[in-house]
């Protein structure tokens, strides 16, 4: 059972129009969020998180908003500019214990110049 | 420190063989996790290390697969008489614990090709 749904597997934008990435999570006990960005033969690189305490946390182009009560976040890149290209992941995490994350299938974005 | 640091990047094996991974962490970070990523699929958990201390393993990890970090330093992921299906990017990542938000840090990955 996928407890991270990234459910649309791909997005394609033009530079300098607005990216929005899309995650909704099962898990109630999931209380930390985070978005990791993914390039060909490379390790996820973390981008941004948010805690469950907020509902937006902002760093530079990017920002994540949180909706607990619909158990959804989205992450915002704005202006996108083609070095964007990636797959984007989304994770969760219950925090206490392990505090490993559960990742979405992820998403390929592409911003065409 | 340049970040998490895996060896090698990548490995072709015969199946049958066994195969041994490293991973090298962020040397003040406590926590040390294992993680495989298929095709298409997001990274799946297998197993973490809190210090030199197992303390999670996933049903993911058969009993062909053993992970160690002797000293809380460096991590190995070992796994025995490959089949096909463990052929994936085996990722390590890392992070300190301080019971904060934190974030897991990843190492680029060793691809592993079972043939």
């Known amino acids: 059972d996928q407890q991270v749904k990234q459910n649309s597997p791909s997005l394609s934008v033009q530079e300098g129009r607005i990216s929005i990435l899309n995650c909704d999570y099962t898990n109630s006990m999931f209380d930390y969020f985070l978005w990791y960005k993914k390039y060909p033969a490379e390790g996820p690189t973390f981008l941004i998180s948010?805690?469950?305490?907020?509902d937006k946390n902002e760093d530079g182009r990017f920002t994540v908003f949180l909706n607990k009560s619909a158990k959804h976040l989205s992450l915002h890149i704005v202006p996108s500019q083609p070095g964007d290209s990636a797959v984007y992941f989304c994770?969760?995490?219950?925090?206490?214990?392990?505090?490993?994350?559960?990742f979405g299938k992820g998403m390929k974005l592409t911003v065409n110049p | 420190d340049t970040g998490v640091s895996q060896d090698p990047r990548h490995k072709i094996t015969k199946r049958g063989q066994n195969v041994t991974f490293r991973c090298d962490p962020i040397?003040?970070?406590?926590?040390l996790y294992w993680y495989r990523q298929t095709l298409g699929q997001g990274p799946e958990f297998l197993t973490y290390f809190q210090n030199e201390a197992q303390l999670e393993k996933s049903r993911l990890l058969s009993d062909r697969f053993s992970a160690e970090r002797p000293k809380g330093s460096f991590s190995t992921l070992e796994i025995q008489r490959t089949e096909q299906g463990d052929s994936a990017m085996y990722l390590c990542?890392?992070?300190?614990?301080?019971?904060?938000?934190?974030?897991?840090?990843f190492g680029q990955g060793t691809r592993l090709t079972v043939v």
């Open positions: 948010i805690s469950s305490i907020k």
């Open positions: 040397s003040e970070h406590n926590r």
């Open positions: 994770a969760a995490v219950a925090q206490g214990g392990s505090e490993k994350l559960v």
């Open positions: 990542a890392s992070s300190f614990s301080s019971g904060g938000d934190t974030e897991a840090f």
